[in-house]
């Protein structure tokens, strides 16, 4: 007997858990985390040298919008 395999949780950003773009809170949906925490590490990241903020733009414009 075969079942179907359920299909995997999308990334999309939130709709009803988004501060600037839905990006950490679409993540946060994604694996069951804490939007908060997403978000502090995100802004924690931001003391580190590297490209946080382009990384954020591109999975702004990467990531769809949930469905509403």
Known sequence: ???????PAQLTRSRSD?????????IAERWGWDPTL???LFVLSLLLPGPQVLLYLALWIVIPRAAA
């Open 1 to 7: 007997m075969t079942t179907a395999a359920p299909t």
């Open 18 to 26: 988004a501060w600037i773009g839905g990006v950490c809170g679409g």
């Open 38 to 40: 997403v978000r502090v």
